[in-house]
């Protein structure tokens, strides 16, 4: 309620108290749709802060003035050196009317979507606008539609009032007969007379609407009266603001200010932190939605490429018994029936013959379709336990993530699983001190053709490089049969595709931090970073690998390669 008309009102009696003929110093503007106002007030300087964000309108009150070095804009430049005659409201709309002492106004229009502040001279014409002002420079200033104020004095008045409006939700009901009233305060007025807001007026009975004429007369009288500032928060909840104490949120933490302007800027900060969490947190939730999914589809499918798996094995054993019986086999055959010998029970099998083909040709025929269902599954079943797990820990994630409230927790979180976050290919975690770019906590090298080189420097840190920093395509390379750091050769950090040289320095590299430091022609095995897995459970820095080639070299930083750090 931070633009309803009630705590327009104490604010312009709280402004004129404080602002009334005191100087105007300056005016500008540092973030979009924000207008401020500074103002000589005795010795100290006072800012107005206006909000005409669509989203949230609001004005309060601070201490000093805090104007930016860079990105900050003059405006109402005529402002500067004219003193403060008076502060008011319109007698019933969000408007405020600040009277200069050259008879100028400022009028502070806070109407949502078209909220604006205006200069207007003594024939209501626009001297200056804050928006739009080449438009509206010149013209005399819009009319606002301006809603009547009703009053409580009678209650009988009232209840045939919100009869006569018929069957609609009881809120709407009252926000018709008091339009100066907001959903907040309709919602406490409903809470006061404990009747459901969620009713609609043609099912309250007399007493019900009685009580809820004597909860607004009370309202009314709370809002004509001293305001009593309050900020509510609660986890999983909106913060409100409130100008008198609210009942209906009573389970929620409240902080009582002495100063309006005070309660307003705290619950402007503590809106703002909560978008920021939600925005965070629904982008944090879609990443890991989209994630768990395509993880799940890709399951799915490992699934039947394992059916697939066991075709080929079939069709191989196929061959095999042929391959084992040729000398009973003859071209012509539609079928044979033979004893499995390579099974326990040596169950008898019939396998269907090409009669065109020989026996010799029938089993490569076989052996043929096995090799083609074979193909590339095999190398994607062996990810099956890497997807599984992302999936399952995408899962968690989830969960968890759903529970956080805060800010703070949802900071704790990404902090204490940024790299389990990276793993995963989330890309919306902040560094400190803004998006700079985050050290990498490995030794650096670049080779021939410009290829970038990282290199472990313990075992929690080889897991670190290979496991998490690593692209499936970059190329891993470790000294084969001694314990040392694993090397990664960083693939499109360098031209085209990496030479020879390059190869033979990376592995060079990899037998420099190893146990073999000091051997001569030291075996350093190479292979594609997705052909490399961390069995479940295994030591740190411990690793298999699959389809490795062998480079003998000497060990050593090869010359022409390049330390770009080492730490």
């Known amino acids: 309620m931070l633009s309803n008309y009630y705590t327009l009102r104490f604010l312009a009696a709280?402004?004129?108290?404080?602002?009334?003929?005191?100087?105007?110093?300056?005016?500008?503007?540092q973030n979009k749709n924000e207008l401020l106002v500074s103002f000589r007030v005795q010795d100290d300087v006072q800012t107005l802060v206006i909000s005409c964000e669509p989203s949230m309108n609001y004005l309060f009150l601070r201490n000093g003035v805090h104007r930016a070095k860079k990105n900050s804009v003059d405006v109402f430049r005529t402002l500067p050196g004219k003193l403060v005659r008076s502060v008011a409201i319109h007698p019933s709309d969000r408007e405020l009317v600040m009277h200069l002492s050259d008879e100028t106004r400022l009028l502070i229009r806070l109407y949502g979507s078209k909220a604006n502040v205006l200069l207007v001279d003594e024939q209501n014409v626009i001297v200056d606008s804050f928006l739009n002002a080449r438009d509206l420079r010149g013209t005399e200033i819009p009319a606002a539609?301006?809603?009547?104020?009703?009053?409580?004095?009678?209650?009988?008045?009232?209840?045939?009032?919100?009869?006569?409006?018929?069957?609609?939700?009881?809120?709407?009901?009252?926000?018709?007969?008091?339009?100066?009233?907001?959903?907040i305060l309709i919602r406490e007025a409903c809470s006061l007379a404990g009747?459901?807001?969620?009713?609609?007026?043609?099912?309250?009975?007399?007493?019900?609407l009685?009580?809820?004429?004597?909860?607004?007369?009370?309202?009314?009288?709370?809002?004509?009266?001293?305001?009593?500032?309050c900020v509510y928060t609660q986890d999983g909840a909106a913060p409100a603001f409130s100008v008198i104490p609210l009942r209906h949120r009573s389970d929620a933490k409240v902080e009582q200010f002495e100063s309006i302007h005070d309660a307003i800027r705290t619950f402007v900060g503590s809106s703002r932190k909560q978008k920021s969490l939600l925005q965070e947190k629904e982008s944090l939730l879609h990443f890991l939605r989209q994630g768990a999914e395509k993880a799940e589809r890709t399951l799915q499918k490992m699934e039947q490429e394992t059916a697939a798996l066991e075709r080929a094995t079939r069709y191989e054993l196929l061959g095999k018994l042929l391959m084992a019986n040729l000398t009973h086999l003859r071209k012509g055959m539609a079928e044979v029936e033979l004893e499995d010998v390579f099974s326990r029970?040596?169950?008898?099998?019939?396998?269907?013959?090409?009669?065109?083909?020989?026996?010799?040709?029938?089993?490569?025929?076989?052996?043929?379709?096995?090799?083609?269902?074979?193909?590339?599954?095999?190398e994607k079943i062996g990810h099956q336990d890497d997807v599984r797990e992302r999936w399952q820990m995408q899962r968690d994630f989830l969960d968890r993530v759903s529970d956080l409230h805060t800010y703070e927790q949802l900071a704790e979180f990404t902090a204490?699983?940024?790299?389990?976050?990276?793993?995963?290919g989330f890309k919306g975690l902040a560094t400190e001190g803004g998006r700079k770019q985050e050290e990498i906590p490995f030794r650096q090298f670049v080779v021939a053709g410009g290829f970038q080189v990282w290199v472990g420097k313990n075992s929690e840190n080889n897991d670190l490089l290979t496991m998490k920093y690593s692209k499936p395509s970059d190329l891993w390379f470790h000294a084969r049969g001694s314990s040392g750091s694993h090397v990664i050769l960083r693939i499109g950090t360098g031209k085209g595709e990496p030479s020879r040289k390059a190869l033979e320095e990376t592995a060079a590299i990899a037998a420099f931090y190893s146990k073999m430091k000091t051997a001569k022609h030291v075996p350093v095995a190479v292979t594609e970073r997705k052909y490399v897995r961390k069995p479940r459970g295994a030591p740190a820095g411990t690793v298999t690998i699959e389809r490795e080639?062998?480079?003998?070299?000497?060990?050593?930083?090869?010359?022409?390669?390049?330390e770009e750090r080492e730490r």
């Open 549 to 562: 080639k062998l480079l003998f070299v000497n060990p050593q930083l090869p010359e022409g390669a390049e």
């Open 14 to 29: 709280d402004l004129h108290s404080r602002l009334r003929n005191s100087p105007i110093e300056d005016a500008f503007t």
């Open 416 to 424: 204490s699983h940024r790299e389990d976050l990276k793993f995963l």
């Open 345 to 378: 029970d040596r169950v008898h099998v019939t396998i269907r013959l090409d009669q065109k083909l020989t026996p010799a040709r029938n089993a490569e025929h076989y052996f043929d379709k096995a090799k083609k269902a074979r193909a590339g599954i095999q």
């Open 145 to 183: 539609d301006s809603p009547s104020r009703h009053t409580t004095d009678d209650g009988n008045d009232f209840q045939t009032q919100l009869r006569s409006i018929g069957s609609i939700l009881l809120p709407v009901a009252i926000k018709k007969f008091f339009p100066l009233m907001n959903v």
């Open 195 to 208: 009747v459901s807001e969620h009713r609609v007026v043609a099912e309250v009975d007399e007493r019900d």
């Open 210 to 229: 009685a009580r809820l004429v004597d909860a607004c007369r009370s309202m009314i009288s709370q809002l004509e009266g001293a305001p009593k500032p």
